[in-house]
C-alpha cells in the first residue's frame, strides 16, 4: 500500500535552533518528492522537490534530503525564525498504470518560540 | 498572475443543502486538483484533471461529490446533499504537467471553508 508517514507529529524549538523533519514512503513506482510548507490559513506552498537522482537540494535555511534506496527524506532548517512556524508536508509522486499518484503525508506542526 | 482563485472563501450551510465550491487555476495551467482538508485526516487530494480530462478521482469519498472541468479556466466541486462531515477545508491547486520529474509544482489557492450545521 502507497504510504508516507512523517515524523514528528509536532515539534517545539527555539528561533535560531536548527531542526530535522522526516518523512518515510513505500510509494511505488516513485516519481518525486515534494516537501509543502504552510501556513496557517493559506494553502501550501512548494518548498523543494525532489526526483530519484537527486541527493541533496537546498532552497534557503531548508535543506532536503533524499534517500531512495531505504526511501526516506528528510527537511532540515537552519538557524529558525518565528516564520518558520507551520506545517511542513511531505508528498510523493508515484505512477499507476499510467497514472500519477500523489501521496500525502499528515505533516509534522513546526512552532518556533522566541 | 492572480494565482488559483477560490470562491466563496466561507461557505456555511445547512444539512442537506447543496455545496458548489469554484476553482479558476493560474492561465496556461493543464492540470487541477480539488483537495479536503481536515485536522483528523490531513490534506486528501479528491480528484484531479488533465487538460479538463478527471484523471483520478479515488479520492472523491461518495456520490454526492460530484466535480466538473467544464473548460481550461474553471472547475466547480458539488456537494448534494452536504452532511456535517463534510466541514472541512476545500483547496483547488493547479500545475503544468509536462511528463518531466521535476516541473509539476502545484499552486495552491486560498481554500474554502466549508461548515455544514
Known amino acids: 500500500k502507497n504510504q508516507v508517514e512523517q515524523s514528528p507529529q509536532s515539534l517545539i524549538i527555539l528561533e535560531g535552533k536548527n531542526c530535522t523533519l522526516q518523512?518515510?514512503?513505500?510509494?511505488?513506482?516513485?516519481?518525486?518528492l515534494r516537501w509543502y510548507k504552510q501556513d496557517t490559513g493559506r494553502g501550501p506552498v512548494s518548498l523543494t522537490i525532489?526526483?530519484?537522482?537527486?541527493n541533496t537540494k537546498s532552497n534557503g535555511r531548508y535543506t532536503a534530503t533524499l534517500d531512495a534506496d531505504t526511501k526516506q527524506s528528510s527537511l532540515h532548517i537552519t538557524a529558525s525564525q518565528l516564520s518558520d512556524s507551520a506545517s511542513y508536508i511531505c508528498?510523493?509522486?508515484?505512477?499507476?498504470?499510467?497514472?500519477?499518484?500523489?501521496?500525502f503525508g499528515t505533516g509534522t506542526r513546526l512552532k518556533v518560540l522566541a | 498572475d492572480a494565482g488559483v482563485i477560490q470562491s466563496p472563501r466561507h461557505e456555511v450551510t445547512e444539512m442537506g443543502q447543496e455545496v458548489t465550491l469554484r476553482c479558476k487555476p493560474i492561465?496556461?495551467?493543464?492540470?487541477l486538483f480539488w483537495y479536503r482538508q481536515t485536522m483528523m485526516r490531513g490534506l486528501e487530494l479528491l480528484i484531479y484533471?488533465?487538460?479538463?480530462?478527471?484523471?483520478?478521482d479515488s479520492g472523491m469519498p461518495e456520490d454526492r461529490f460530484s466535480a466538473k472541468m467544464p473548460n481550461a479556466s474553471f472547475s466547480t466541486l458539488k456537494i448534494q446533499p452536504s452532511e456535517p462531515r463534510d466541514s472541512a477545508v476545500y483547496f483547488c491547486?493547479?500545475?503544468?504537467?509536462?511528463?518531466?520529474?521535476?516541473?509539476?509544482?502545484?499552486?495552491f489557492g486560498p481554500g474554502t471553508r466549508l461548515t455544514v450545521l
Open positions: 508528498v510523493v509522486r508515484g505512477t499507476t498504470s499510467g497514472t500519477y499518484k500523489y501521496i
Open positions: 492561465s496556461g495551467h493543464n492540470s
Open positions: 484533471f488533465n487538460n479538463n480530462v478527471p484523471i483520478d
Open positions: 525532489m526526483t530519484f537522482s537527486e
Open positions: 518523512c518515510n514512503y513505500t510509494v511505488s513506482p516513485f516519481s518525486n
Open positions: 491547486a493547479s500545475s503544468l504537467l509536462t511528463g518531466s520529474l521535476s516541473t509539476d509544482t502545484q499552486y
